[in-house]
């Protein structure tokens, strides 16, 4: 009998003490809208507000452009240098002369054949004179270092200095100047805006200059000097056109090489002009002959136009807000 007693109150002691600790239980989840935030009546759950994503730094990337353009000739393109796609107006591989764009090249490939030498003084002047201030004189002078020659080839074929240019940097377009009094001049070269972007990146990637001189002339192209109004006759300022069109947010990811080539030509009464720029990103080249009545400031401003209609995103553009998912928690 005792036994049963004791039984008995031992099962009434369990239920009595389940009954104590499950609304203990249940008010530690719950009751206080913690833990579980609140389910089975409590306050409505907190959802922390959406992160803005921030969009990629800008950078240069094929897309359409649309110029009034009024002259003979109108032709860009760009290399993306990631993917070594290149894209650009529908006549990107017809060809213009290239002026004094194509001194980068001459100092490039005359550094190149010195290897770990040192050229001379007077030779390291004229090679950044060339560049910087895109000085004839200079250029000539670094041309004829380099093995380049005024003799017109037999059979039609570029000189020595441009033929490497063609060989070491893959051009399929560009040939020798076709004006037969200019037969043999450097800056009569012809080559489309697309060479004109691989010969960017051949510059850019060490082919064109070698290990040793690359960032020697990358830096010199960086330093390009002088505005469009400052101008001598074997001389002038070729610091305009492409960096004139990209904002603030691209110039402060790293220098920006360029070298521009321009001249007034009697033969044909046009401003021949030819713009160049690189990064570590992309080549962009602008090849431009339109009446010698527009002056250089028209050809100026169509390169930098380009370059602008190509920045990708656009400087300000609106931060983009992650989509939450609707629903009940």
Same mark, same amino acid.
């Given at each position: 009998?005792?036994?049963?007693?004791?039984?008995v109150?031992?099962v009434?002691?369990?239920?009595?003490?389940?009954?104590?600790?499950?609304?203990?239980?249940?008010?530690?989840?719950?009751?206080?809208?913690?833990?579980?935030g609140?389910?089975?009546?409590?306050a409505?759950?907190?959802?922390?507000?959406?992160?803005?994503?921030?969009?990629?730094?800008?950078?240069?990337?094929?897309?359409?452009?649309?110029?009034?353009?009024?002259?003979?000739?109108f032709?860009?393109?760009?290399?993306?240098?990631?993917?070594?796609?290149?894209?650009g107006?529908?006549?990107?591989?017809?060809?213009?002369?290239?002026?004094?764009?194509? +001194?980068?090249?001459?100092?490039?490939?005359?550094?190149?054949?010195?290897?770990?030498?040192?050229?001379?003084?007077?030779?390291?002047?004229?090679?950044?004179?060339?560049?910087?201030?895109?000085?004839?004189?200079?250029a000539?002078?670094?041309?004829?270092?380099?093995?380049?020659?005024?003799?017109?080839?037999?059979?039609?074929?570029?000189?020595?200095?441009?033929?490497?240019?063609?060989?070491?940097c893959?051009?399929?377009?560009?040939?020798?100047?076709?004006?037969?009094?200019?037969?043999?001049?450097?800056?009569?070269?012809?080559?489309?805006?697309?060479?004109?972007?691989?010969?960017?990146?051949?510059?850019?990637?060490?082919?064109?200059?070698?290990? +040793?001189?690359?960032?020697?002339?990358?830096?010199?192209?960086?330093?390009?000097?002088?505005?469009?109004?400052?101008?001598?006759?074997?001389?002038?300022?070729? +610091?305009?056109?492409?960096?004139?069109?990209?904002?603030?947010?691209?110039?402060?990811?790293?220098?920006?090489?360029?070298?521009?080539?321009?001249?007034?030509?009697?033969?044909?009464?046009?401003?021949?002009?030819?713009?160049?720029?690189?990064?570590?990103?992309?080549?962009?080249?602008?090849?431009?002959?339109?009446?010698?009545?527009?002056?250089?400031?028209?050809?100026? +401003?169509?390169?930098?136009?380009?370059a602008?209609?190509?920045?990708?995103?656009?400087?300000?553009?609106?931060l983009?807000?992650?989509?939450?998912?609707?629903?009940?928690?």
């Amino acid at each position: 009998m005792r036994s049963r007693v004791t039984m008995v109150l031992a099962v009434l002691a369990v239920l009595l003490g389940a009954g104590l600790l499950v609304p203990t239980a249940y008010a530690k989840l719950a009751g206080d809208g913690s833990g579980l935030g609140g389910l089975g009546g409590g306050a409505a759950a907190q959802v922390p507000a959406p992160t803005p994503t921030p969009p990629p730094p800008p950078t240069l990337a094929a897309g359409p452009v649309s110029v009034n353009f009024k002259g003979e000739f109108f032709g860009w393109a760009l290399m993306d240098r990631k993917t070594g796609t290149v894209s650009g107006s529908k006549n990107m591989a017809s060809t213009s002369s290239t002026e004094s764009m194509l +001194k980068a090249w001459i100092v490039s490939d005359y550094l190149r054949q010195l290897g770990d030498k040192e050229p001379s003084a007077s030779l390291k002047r004229d090679a950044s004179l060339a560049i910087r201030d895109s000085n004839d004189d200079a250029a000539n002078r670094v041309y004829k270092a380099a093995g380049g020659s005024y003799k017109v080839p037999a059979g039609g074929q570029p000189g020595p200095v441009v033929k490497r240019a063609i060989s070491i940097c893959g051009l399929t377009d560009t040939k020798r100047g076709n004006v037969a009094t200019y037969e043999g001049w450097w800056s009569f070269t012809r080559m489309s805006p697309r060479d004109a972007v691989r010969l960017g990146d051949c510059i850019a990637d060490g082919k064109a200059a070698g290990r +040793k001189w690359t960032k020697w002339v990358l830096n010199e192209m960086a330093q390009v000097r002088g505005s469009v109004k400052v101008q001598q006759a074997r001389s002038g300022g070729g +610091k305009w056109g492409i960096v004139d069109g990209l904002p603030a947010e691209i110039k402060a990811q790293g220098p920006v090489a360029i070298k521009n080539g321009w001249t007034p030509l009697s033969y044909d009464g046009n401003w021949h002009v030819s713009c160049l720029a690189v990064t570590d990103k992309w080549s962009l080249a602008v090849m431009l002959r339109y009446p010698q009545s527009s002056k250089l400031e028209y050809g100026a +401003k169509v390169c930098a136009s380009v370059a602008t209609q190509l920045v990708t995103p656009q400087p300000g553009a609106a931060l983009k807000v992650p989509q939450q998912p609707v629903g009940k928690l």
